[in-house]
C-alpha cells in the first residue's frame, strides 16, 4: 500500500488518516464492511448485516489487545463510503464516529479515514497509530482475497 499521507491529524477530537491503496474501491468497501473480522478481529465472530442501523461487535486481534468493540452502520455507500458508530473501552468508552472515503485515483484508490469524538489527546495518538498500522494487515487481506477470487 502505497501512503499518500501518513501523517496523523489529531487536532479538535478528530484523528485523520489518509493513504493510497492498490486495492480498486470495491475491495476496500468489503475491507471495511464484510471483511471487517477478517483483518481487525476475531474470525468467529458472527457474520454482521451490512445495512445502515446494522449493529455489531468486533473482538479485535489479540496484537491490538483483544478488546471488544461494538459499533453500527450509519451510512453505506458501496465503493464509495462507509460511515459508522464505535464505542470500546479503549476509546474512553464514549461513541466516536468512523468516517470512511474511498476515492478513485490513478492507481488505485485514496483512502481517507476520519475517526471523531475521541476526547483524549492520548487516545487520539493512539487511534492515528492503529490506523497506520491496520493498513497493512488490511492490505495483506485484500491481497488474499483477490487472488483467491
Known amino acids: 500500500m502505497e501512503l499518500v499521507n501518513n501523517a496523523v ?3 479538535h477530537g478528530v484523528v485523520r488518516i489518509g493513504w493510497r491503496s492498490s486495492a480498486d474501491a470495491g475491495h476496500l468497501y468489503w475491507g471495511f464492511t464484510e471483511g471487517l473480522i477478517d483483518w481487525s478481529g476475531s474470525p468467529t ?5 451490512l445495512e445502515p442501523g446494522a449493529a455489531f461487535c468486533i473482538q479485535t486481534r489479540p496484537e491490538w489487545g483483544g478488546e471488544a468493540h461494538y459499533g453500527r452502520f450509519v451510512e453505506l455507500r458501496p465503493g464509495h463510503r462507509v460511515a459508522m458508530k464505535w464505542i470500546s473501552r479503549s476509546l474512553g468508552g464514549a461513541e466516536s464516529d468512523v468516517t470512511i472515503d474511498l476515492l ?3 492507481t488505485g484508490t485514496d483512502v481517507r479515514i476520519e475517526h471523531a469524538g475521541i ?3 492520548d487516545v487520539r495518538a493512539g487511534v ?6 491496520a493498513q497493512h494487515t488490511l492490505d495483506s487481506v485484500i491481497a488474499a482475497s483477490q487472488t483467491s477470487a
Open 104 to 106: 478513485p485515483a490513478s
Open 9 to 11: 491529524d489529531t487536532a
Open 119 to 121: 476526547a483524549d489527546q
Open 128 to 133: 492515528g497509530k492503529f490506523w497506520l498500522a
Open 45 to 49: 465472530a458472527p457474520v454482521m448485516a
